[in-house]
T-cell receptor
């Protein structure tokens, strides 16, 4: 089957750096994606890693280790507006194309 | 350019009824996926359609069905509604079936009484 594990909650202060980890189990692995969702809003795409290593997009970076079935999202220079839920997601191909999302990590940014 | 649009935004139904949710992808996108999101959980994959064909199906009962039209818009149908079907239904579009970047619509919030 396919499953993802990520912490349920993370709290950090404004200006700090926070790392959200994700471990996954899937077959036919294509890559690991990250999405952000504010309360009442729709998920928005943040980043995608298909190969091992670090991808950087502004204040956000994402890392993947395929051998460890592990990835993380790194948020730097935290701002209050970063308070949201963050989901890791994998796409497998067992039984057709499926994108499986983790349960989400709720990030609270404090002043 | 308009993003992914969904209709209706909110819907109230009673148990046993049928519901049809609609989604229009971003212009040029040929793939549409449907997700169910219960409060406090991640989106659960229901279906993916690409070029009007079903390309993936999640672990949902046969009461759930979908289709994609020649203009790439899509409908999700749910029959014999149960209280547990109350959720946010999200539609996401992408250029092709295996593109990782998915663009989500605002969702349809369904309440089953």
């Amino acid at each position: 089957g396919q499953s993802l594990e990520q912490p349920s909650e993370v709290t950090a202060v404004e200006g700090a750096i926070v790392q959200i980890n994700c471990t996954y189990q899937t077959s036919g692995f294509y890559g690991l994606s990250w999405y952000q969702q504010h309360d009442g809003g729709a998920p928005t795409f943040l980043s995608y890693n298909a190969l091992d290593g670090l991808e950087e997009t502004g204040r956000f970076s994402s890392f993947l280790s395929r051998s460890d079935s592990y990835g993380y999202l790194l948020l730097q220079e935290l701002q209050m507006k970063d308070s949201a839920s963050y989901f890791c997601a994998v796409r497998g191909d067992t039984g057709g194309f499926k994108t499986i999302f983790g349960a989400g990590t709720r990030l609270f940014v404090k002043a | 350019d308009a993003g992914v649009t969904q209709s209706p935004t909110h819907l109230i139904k009673t148990r046993g009824q049928h519901v049809t949710l609609r989604c229009s992808p971003i212009s040029g996108h040929k793939s549409v996926s449907w997700y169910q999101q219960v409060l406090g959980q991640g989106p659960q994959f229901i279906f993916q359609y690409y070029e009007k064909e079903e390309r993936g199906r999640g672990n949902f009962p046969d009461r759930f069905s979908a289709r994609q039209f020649p203009n790439y818009s899509s409908e999700l149908n749910v029959n014999a509604l149960l209280l547990g079907d109350s959720a946010l239904y999200l539609c996401a579009s992408s250029l092709v079936a295996v593109q990782e970047t998915q663009y989500f619509g605002p969702g349809t919030r369904l309440l089953v009484l």
